[in-house]
């Protein structure tokens, strides 16, 4: 679909407002408000929709996907909504901590087959730090999953949320060992602080870009998709897709409507409900134009006036840049914050060899949503 500069193709669509766990880095939890499952009809109203503007991918997350109706997994209506998504032929793929695919295989096996690729999530490559994050003993469930998608061979990524604590070289190294091994895929979802605790958790400058380097050398890049990362390799950045060419769909709230907004981090700008208006009329609301016009016309970025790097990197992540301004108390709207990892600000090593490409072709649910990094270990 195209709208106001947009060709919205990738989707994010958090499916319910129940989670067993607490993550402390959890950027959903405070716009999951329980008091409303969503049913059958709505989920089909939101896949029809979906059709209608001729979205390509979906991705499951933001919860524990297993959690639709309730802490019943057997009450689930997640299958339903693979196969409906399926027989649409909408890529559909799930972002779990393991917990969805095991409970899938045990219960609903017919739909794993039905299933694009996975993300897995592990907060560490070292079981004991994964599960005190968590609060609970999931690393060898997170493996178990890793081991569901070799079995039915499905493409699989282990997705870390880059945090200051997890960005060594030590953890780094030892993904990296872990996914070869595992035949998997690496995602870094570089950490955005939707709450005032997590800038505490957010990586320093020099670690994003040490991580870059670390990555970039070790293993090939399957979707760069985190604008500064390309500007580090003097490479030209489409910028951040949110909005442009994805967004997210929140979880129904407790009087029955589900907003939308064009970053799955960007809690204050989510507008509508799909179950009564049209997705087009959504997406053409000021709320997602903000992220337009970041994208399109980097130039009227206030605080970017002037930088060298600004049309390799279009002004960096939309959402990490006005979330860490709202935390840091400077409270500058979306369309006028700079990315604070900006490479003009930054004075340290930022070599960094240009990364070989490996798997272009393949159809991936965060490829081009989200401002997120892929790369291939193998």
Not at 106 to 131: G, V
Not at 144 to 151: D, F, G, L, N, P
Not at 228 to 239: D, H, K, N
Not at 247 to 262: C, E, K, L, Q, Y
Request: glycine residues 6%; hydrophobic residues 35%.
């Amino acid at each position: 679909m195209n709208i106001c500069g947009s060709n919205i193709e990738n989707i994010g669509w958090t499916i319910g407002n129940d989670c067993p766990y607490r993550c402390p880095h959890c950027y959903s939890h405070i716009v999951r408000n329980r008091g409303r499952n969503l049913e059958v009809a709505d989920a089909d109203r939101i896949v029809s929709q979906l059709q209608k503007i001729g979205v390509k991918t979906v991705n499951l997350g933001g919860n524990e996907p297993i959690y639709t109706s309730g802490a019943d997994p057997r009450k689930t209506i997640l299958p339903h909504i693979i196969r409906s998504l399926y027989e649409a032929k909408i890529a559909v793929g799930l972002t779990t901590a393991g917990i969805t695919l095991v409970y899938l295989e045990r219960l609903f096996p017919d739909t794993i087959p039905m299933l694009n690729d996975i993300d897995i999530s592990l907060d560490s490559p070292f079981p004991n730090e994964h599960n005190k994050n968590r609060g609970a003993p999931l690393f060898n469930i997170a493996l178990k999953a890793i081991a569901i998608c070799r079995e039915y061979d499905i493409e699989r990524t282990i997705i870390m949320c880059g945090m200051k604590w997890n960005l060594s070289d030590r953890h780094l190294d030892a993904l990296i060992k872990l996914a070869h091994n595992n035949k998997a895929l690496i995602r870094i979802n570089f950490m955005k602080p939707t709450e005032a605790q997590h800038m505490s958790l957010v990586p320093q400058v020099d670690q994003f870009y040490h991580a870059c380097q670390v990555l970039f050398t070790q293993c090939k890049v399957v979707e760069m998709g985190e604008p500064l990362g390309s500007t580090v390799v003097g490479e030209s950045s489409l910028g951040c897709p949110c909005g442009t060419k994805s967004f997210r769909i929140h979880s129904i709230d407790p009087m029955g409507r589900v907003p939308v907004s064009p970053c799955v981090y960007a809690h204050n700008y989510r507008v509508g409900d799909l179950l009564k208006e049209e997705l087009p009329d959504i997406i053409a609301s000021p709320q997602f134009e903000v992220f337009r016009r970041r994208r399109s016309n980097p130039e009227t970025i206030g605080e970017c006036t002037g930088c060298s790097y600004l049309l390799q990197c279009r002004g960096g992540c939309g959402s990490r840049s006005y979330l860490w301004s709202q935390l840091e108390g400077r409270n500058t709207p979306a369309q006028n914050a700079r990315d604070p990892y900006c490479l003009r600000e930054f004075k340290g090593d930022t070599a960094c060899p240009v990364p070989s490409r490996t798997k272009q072709d393949i159809v991936l649910v965060h490829r081009d949503y989200l401002c997120t990094l892929i790369v291939d270990p193998s």
